[in-house]
């Protein structure tokens, strides 16, 4: 049987609700609705059961819990479930979240004090059975397969919630060799130790089963214990006949529970269709609600294209100077380069909920439209902001105030998830199935509603607190990050190339040096081949096993090091591999063609601390601690020759960051006075004078500073050094008591966020950390770590962005021949020209410098070079 559309008999399903809870639970994820809310086990529950409604159609429906007041078999034996672990934290409140939910549903929920679910499932399967009702019973707990009638079958959930094994009279028997009764009996023997039930001590379930097949029940059993075989059998069976028959009426299901319920009043059909819509909204389930009839915010028959050309945009621009704002969305014919992006639509529409629509030809955008995008009157509602910002420059265009980036306004409310599309927003936010539209309609609905979708998005930023990050940080990087990309970083080609040739050559050697050492061929990029090489022709030491053979990771080879020569050379050929192919000839096909350089995308939406990433490539990446990853920086060269590179970068700012945030007198007294912080940690720490501290001291004094900014643990401390475990607890004990006030700022943090459930920046940005709370020790543990050091890096992130900003509009006031390149890490890289190089090198240090007021001072180291690698230290003037 797959389904119940044909029946002749009207169908129950009874609903374990705790069982399938917990299923749920541990099936999915933790999920957070926009208040914090942890949803899913919620989620997992009512997608399972819409599941079950749309595979088996049921005529009715109820859902059974338990209460938490004490059972009658909790009276007769106290120690009844009282192995049973304490529920998550996580857990707990989606128990009434779930009931309500339910009830929206209109889903009748039944819980009776002093009963267990098992035992209202009980009862209500025997009264529905009893009215002719084809009963299913769907739970995790095999407690309820006693209950298998021929009218009664249970649909257990044997893995996670889709794996389905139904039990009727026939899979009772295949499956036990006993009728469902009987499993009573079987318990009763047997125990239960997930219900602490204790049975008789030696009887397992095979034991069970064959007594019962001999003598049919656990009364007569116990009546003919001289008839059992076996010695120590018999003996138990006298000893422990009380606790069989209190184990047998533990396990035996109640079906008299005193209920009065009408079932034709459980249907499905009940529910307000609007109701259970914003309340799906309200939880985050916005991929449920095409299930739901109800008023859509727009129908694809009332779009209305209005296409324009040339002449009609006069009178659009009188129409966006009336209405003072405009929504937009372009169409970009993209290839390899995002710089190569041409534009082919322009759609844009105004609060009367029209949409206009003017086609472009070789990115000629007409007067009357550069006049709207480049007025700093006019607010622009911006899809894909930077994306359209930089296509506008290529086709001459500079936008100007944008005022609103749906998905730059959701990624600051939603920092810890994944960034929805833009599809899944509107269909959360304004009931809009975009399922229903055509490709062509979806933008124009997306930029028709963009403004009230700005409203409610504003609304919320606003009662989060985060608009002004929104508005005055944010917003405004658009511009900074879309000239960025537009300027590009140009490559010398022709080096990578020798770079490319001499790599093959050095990996070439290595590679015939180990077939030389391993007395054969083999391939080295294969781990399995590898595997064998080592541990089976070498004879090392097996350190770890995977589910194809040999792990090989570099974890492995480090534990090798120094057992064989072919180690060394594995290392090597590794990093040098990756570097060919990760960087060195990946970079030249991303070369613009036309502009001979490298456009990377700046990324702002990605990480949950507000830090900017890249892609294609990935500049944040590029190796620097290595000879060979820094030759790659060589071919990072200005535009042209008489332009040179300034890199400027911020001196230890995550560690002035936290001397600030964390308040402690010593750090603060460090950087005011100028001294070397790390040298001054070592002092402290390893009580010697700053004149006596080694270089080897510095180093573990900066690991441990780092590394406490980032929540680090003595056992993370002792990976990082190669110490014992004990030793680098010893020094953060040493670091605390010579900077209390770091341990002080830590525990205070961790404890603000387990009351709010997120972390803050100085500049209001928020990172919500619902896993603070978690009753997994792991899971836990990050979120401190997390805790501690999203504050730090987040604060040094806002500081940089607006640095970025502060420096790039100064440089707009002034006429120097400047371009701002790239962002990585706490560093930005310019090219200028080597007759403003003393101008812009000054402005630039003063802006960067002056971007924050913090309680030390923010410094920046700036150097010069020709290329990216060769940076030499530039000192200029001062303004003090």
């Known amino acids: ?24 639970f541990y099936a999915l994820p933790l999920l957070t609705n926009d208040d914090g809310q942890y949803t899913n086990a919620v989620f997992g529950f009512i997608r399972m059961l819409f599941s079950l409604t749309d595979e088996w159609n049921p005529d009715r429906m109820i859902v059974t819990f338990d209460k938490k007041a004490p059972t009658f078999r909790h009276e007769e034996y106290e120690e009844y479930k009282a192995n049973r672990k304490k529920m998550p934290e996580e857990l707990v409140p989606q128990i009434s979240l779930l ?11 039944i819980a009776e004090e002093g009963y267990e679910a098992d035992d209202l499932l009980g009862t209500l399967s025997k009264q529905a059975a009893a009215q002719n009702y084809d009963v ?16 009664i079958k249970v649909m257990y959930t044997r893995k996670g919630l889709s794996d389905l094994v139904i039990y009727d009279l026939e899979k009772i028997f295949d499956k036990y060799e006993i009728p469902p009764e009987k499993l009573i009996d079987m318990k009763g023997l047997m125990g239960d130790s997930s219900d602490n039930i204790p049975g008789v001590p030696g009887i397992g379930e095979k034991t069970a089963i064959k007594l019962l097949k001999q003598f049919d029940s656990i009364d007569e059993i116990l009546n003919n214990i001289d008839q059992v075989s076996g010695k120590k059998r018999k003996e138990n069976l006298k000893k422990f006949t009380d606790q069989a028959k209190m184990s047998y009426r533990l396990a035996k299901i109640k079906r008299d529970v005193p209920l009065k319920l009408d079932f034709d009043k459980c249907r499905l059909d009940l529910y307000d269709d609007g ?46 100077l009336e209405y003072k704002e405009i929504a937009f969305s372009l169409k970009i014919a993209k290839d390899s380069c995002a710089r190569n992006g041409k534009i082919t639509e322009i759609l844009y529409a105004f609060q009367d909920e029209s949409v206009y629509s003017y086609k472009t030809e070789n990115n000629k955008i007409a007067d009357a439209l550069k006049e709207i995008l480049e007025s700093e009157t006019i607010e622009k509602l911006f899809i894909n902001a930077k994306e359209s910002s930089l296509a506008l420059l290529c086709a001459g265009i500079e936008v100007k105030n944008i005022s609103f980036e749906p998905l730059l306004a959701y990624y600051l409310l939603q920092p810890s998830s994944s960034l929805p599309d833009l599809e899944e927003i509107f269909s959360r936010e304004l009931d809009i199935g975009m399922q229903e539209f055509s490709q062509d309609q979806i933008l124009a609905v997306e930029t028709i509603k963009l403004f009230k979708l700005r409203d409610i998005l504003i609304k919320k930023l606003k009662d989060d607190s985060l608009y002004d990050l929104f508005k005055n940080m944010e917003l405004p990087l658009i511009k900074v990050l879309a000239q960025m990309e537009y300027n590009g970083v140009k490559i010398d080609k022709d080096w990578l190339q020798q770079l490319s040739d001499k790599l093959e050559k050095r990996l070439e050697i290595i590679t015939k040096k180990a077939h030389e050492l391993a007395g054969e061929d083999f391939n080295l990029n294969s781990p399995k081949q590898l595997g064998e090489i080592l541990f089976e022709k070498l004879g090392l030491p097996v350190i770890k096993r995977t589910k194809t053979g040999y792990s090989t990771n570099a974890n492995v080879l480090e534990k090798l090091e120094g057992k064989h020569p072919i180690i060394p050379l594995i290392s090597e050929y590794r990093e040098l591999a990756k570097l060919k192919s990760t960087y060195i000839d990946s970079l030249p096909p991303l070369i613009n063609s036309e502009t001979g350089k490298i456009h990377t995308s700046f990324n702002q939406m990605v990480t949950a601390t507000g830090r900017l990433s890249s892609t294609n490539p990935n500049l944040q990446n590029i190796p620097i601690r290595t000879e060979e990853g820094r030759e790659i920086r060589k071919a990072f060269i200005p535009s042209s020759d008489n332009m040179i590179l300034l890199a400027v970068d911020y001196s230890q700012i995550e560690l002035r960051v936290f001397a600030h945030l964390s308040g402690d007198k010593r750090l603060k007294e460090a950087f005011n006075s100028g001294r070397d912080i790390h040298t001054e940690t070592a002092s402290e720490i390893f009580e010697v004078e700053a004149e006596q501290v080694s270089p080897n001291l510095r180093r573990h004094a900066k690991v441990i500073n780092f590394g406490l900014a980032y929540g680090m643990s003595a056992y993370g401390l002792s990976q990082d050094l190669d110490i014992p475990v004990e030793e680098a607890q010893d020094y953060i004990d040493k670091y605390f008591e010579r900077f209390s006030g770091v341990k ?19 500049y209001g940005r928020k990172r919500y950390i619902p896993e603070i709370n978690s009753s997994n020790y792991h899971r836990r543990s990050f979120a401190e ?16 962005k607006k640095s970025m900003l502060d420096v790039y509009d100064s440089l707009k006031d002034i006429d120097l021949e400047i371009n701002i390149l790239l ?14 190089l ?43």
């Open 744 to 762: 002080k700022y830590m525990d205070e943090t961790i404890q603000k966020v387990k009351e709010k459930g997120y972390a803050e920046t100085l």
């Open 275 to 320: 109701q259970v819509v914003e309340h799906f909204k309200k939880l985050g389930f916005s991929s449920l609600l095409d299930r739901f009839e109800y008023k859509k915010e727009i129908q694809p028959e009332n779009i209305n294209f209005l296409n324009v050309g040339e002449t009609e945009l006069e009178e659009l621009k009188q129409k966006a």
């Open 99 to 109: 009931q309500q939910t339910l009830a929206k549903l209109e889903i009748p929920i």
């Open 823 to 836: 962002q990585v890490h706490d560093e930005l890289v310019f090219e200028v020209a080597n007759k403003d």
């Open 785 to 800: 770590r997390s805790a501690i050091n999203t504050p730090v890096q987040g604060t040094a992130a806002d500081i940089m």
């Open 1 to 24: 049987m797959t389904n119940v559309e044909k029946k002749d008999k009207k169908t129950l399903f009874l609903l374990d609700g705790h069982s399938i809870t917990h299923r749920a």
């Open 136 to 151: 299913y019973i769907i739970t995790g707990d095999r407690d309820a397969l006693q209950l298998v009638s021929e009218n």
């Open 838 to 880: 003393e101008k812009a090198a000054l402005l630039i240090k003063d802006k960067m410098e002056a971007a924050a007021e913090l309680d030390v001072p923010l410094l920046v180291d700036l150097q010069i070079a020709e290329n990216w690698r060769d940076k030499e230290d530039y000192e200029v003037g001062s303004n003090a």
